[in-house]
């Protein structure tokens, strides 16, 4: 169980912060930036929540959010798996079944889609960018030296495939994909 009875600590006053195994690094380190992003993603889909994401979508957003919180923790206590809360397949696995039960009902696209439409689609439409770019940090963080064996390949699994949902129920959030505003190639070409 998790206590929280100080929100200040003062030990990260020096510009660091410490990590779940007890070590300490620059708040600007890969892996704090990595975790930090997973958080960002997490807003991001509140702020979709609020915006009208329905049924059963929104509960299953809820359920992302707490999932965020296993990929920080994940990413907050590197090493082998051992006790610690580990992003398994099982979670990925979960995300697709949902990704494939919402995208059978969509019309089929002939173009990308623009981020727009209903306030909520516009709200994961940002949530899949600020995703994308958790994964990206997570994937740079696994080539530094000696970082590789320290960050779970799941959680890049976990971080790609969510991306993928938060673009599905995008277009569920525009009405199915109705609202969706495409992308016109060359449409600004001139323009006044």
Known sequence: MVRLNRIYTKSGDDGTTGLGDGTRLPK?????QSYG????????????????VEEPLAARLKTIQNDLFDVGADLCVPGAAGEKLRITADYTARMERWIDDVNDKLAPLNSFVLPGGRPAAAWLHLARTVCRRAERL?????TLDGEHDRVNPEVVRYLNRL????????????????LDVLWKPGAGRGAQ
Do not use: M, P, Q, W
């Open 163 to 178: 991306s993928d949902l938060l673009f599905v129920y995008s277009r569920a959030a525009n009405d199915g994909g109705k």
């Open 37 to 52: 992003t997973v958080d960002e993603t997490s807003s991001v889909i509140g702020l979709a929540l609020v915006g009208g």
């Open 138 to 142: 997570v994937t740079e963080l696994a």
């Open 28 to 32: 600007h380190h890969l892996r704090i």
